[in-house]
């Protein structure tokens, strides 16, 4: 098998090279790494756009498979090759799970709002203030209502599990806008994420972040 991920460092394809450290080589095959710049030509000038209806990461080619969308990729990883990640239909778990995994796309996207604003935009474009404002505000109440639902373990009773994978990019890259001093229960679900050796393999292979520019962006002001 072939497993080849078009990827870029950090981003939300992280979630689909951590669930490939979880799921193993000997299962998946060796893997291939097709590393992408962000807010360059290049993705739209590469053959992304043939695996990804938005040219965006992650995107995936597997044996003859293209499948794009992090959460439809990690559900579908889940399914065929790690049951013990998965929670099929029937399950008790399955609601919660399926909420989870879809919660993490609202956070996600309220991440990539922010980097687009306090990241990319570059002079004379100027970020909003009440963009920004409200949308920190957003992402603060996302993170509170995890803050709200977590217990001592991962995001299910039942154990770690693809929902988990998920929240790789989130917990990365949220402290960067939400100062986490006031959720302990996210802050010690991070850390128990971060002991995974699977996760540990992964940010190994990514190495230093390249992205941000600063250890966490204030609201600018008005």
């Not at 992304?48 to 959460?71: F, K, Q």
Request: hydrophobic content about 45%; charged content about 25%.
């Amino acid at each position: 098998m072939t497993f080849r991920l078009h990827h870029v460092q950090y981003g939300r394809s992280f979630r689909v090279l951590w669930l490939y450290e979880e799921i193993g080589e000997a299962v998946l095959g060796p893997l291939e790494i097709v590393e992408h710049r962000i807010g360059s030509k290049e993705m739209r000038e590469s053959d992304l756009g043939r695996v990804s209806p938005a040219v965006r990461i992650p995107a995936l080619e597997m044996d003859g498979l293209e499948l794009a969308e992090s959460g439809a990729i990690v559900q579908h990883l889940c399914e065929t090759f790690a049951p013990a990640l998965d929670r099929p239909v029937g399950h008790a778990e399955r609601p919660a799970f399926l909420q989870w995994i879809h919660f993490a796309e609202t956070q996600a996207s309220l991440v990539e709002n922010l980097n687009l604003q306090m990241v990319f935009l570059r002079p004379p474009a100027k970020p909003s203030p009440v963009v920004i404002k409200l949308t920190v505000a957003r992402l603060r109440q996302a993170v509170a209502g995890m803050e709200a639902r977590l217990d001592a373990g991962y995001l299910l009773p039942g154990g770690f599990s693809g929902a988990d994978v998920m929240m790789g990019f989130n917990l990365f890259a949220i402290p960067y806008f939400v100062d986490l001093a006031s959720f302990p229960k996210v802050r010690a679900y991070k850390a128990l994420v971060e002991k995974r050796a699977a996760h540990r393999r992964a940010c190994a292979r990514e190495g230093a972040q390249r992205f941000y520019a600063q250890d966490f962006y204030p609201v600018p002001e008005a």
